[in-house]
């Protein structure tokens, strides 16, 4: 992925104002307070340990820094919940199968997606790792959810 990211950046000839890093989200190699933004798209529900990458996002953001996390998430209301449910459980892993010959790829997507904890819930946790004026809002029939939150304006405030 890092790769396909370089050759976009130097095609698009921003290679000498971005910088790319792979590192570990649980233990960043980060100094604390360096960011006024962290985004992370589609990958939150991945974390190992969901409060840790959390708390260390938290902890290198700068006071009033921004966290944006997009994720996919499962539809609430009918019909989406249903017809998403018939797409992922049904539609998905039987055209997996036949084209990749891989009977679990097809299944983890929304598996991650149904044990990623989503709305009010993932608000609490935000909360409990240390973020200020969470929000959240359902996009595409509530297939995708934006989170937005803020790391507190004191400087004084401990990591949780």
Not at 30 to 49: I, K, T
Not at 57 to 75: Q, S
Not at 83 to 93: K, R, V
Request: hydrophobic content about 40%; overall charge positive.
């Amino acid at each position: 992925m890092l790769d396909v990211a370089r050759k976009k950046i130097a095609k698009a000839g921003k290679a000498d104002i971005v910088h790319f890093q792979k590192d570990d989200c649980m233990h960043l190699s980060l100094p604390d307070a360096s960011f006024d933004a962290v985004m992370v798209a589609y990958g939150a529900r991945n974390f190992e340990d969901l409060d840790r990458g959390l708390r260390e996002m938290r902890r290198i953001l700068r006071p009033g820094g921004r966290l944006v996390i997009i994720e996919l998430t499962t539809p609430q209301q009918f019909p989406m919940r249903q017809l998403f449910w018939c797409y992922s459980h049904l539609y998905m892993p039987t055209m997996g199968r036949l084209i990749s010959k891989d009977k679990v790829a097809y299944k983890y997507l929304p598996a991650t997606m149904a044990a990623f904890p989503q709305g009010e819930m993932m608000e609490q946790i935000l909360t409990k790792a240390g973020f200020e004026e969470v929000q959240f809002k359902r996009y595409t029939f509530g297939l995708n959810t934006l989170y937005t939150a803020q790391a507190p304006l004191s400087q004084t405030q401990s990591h949780p």
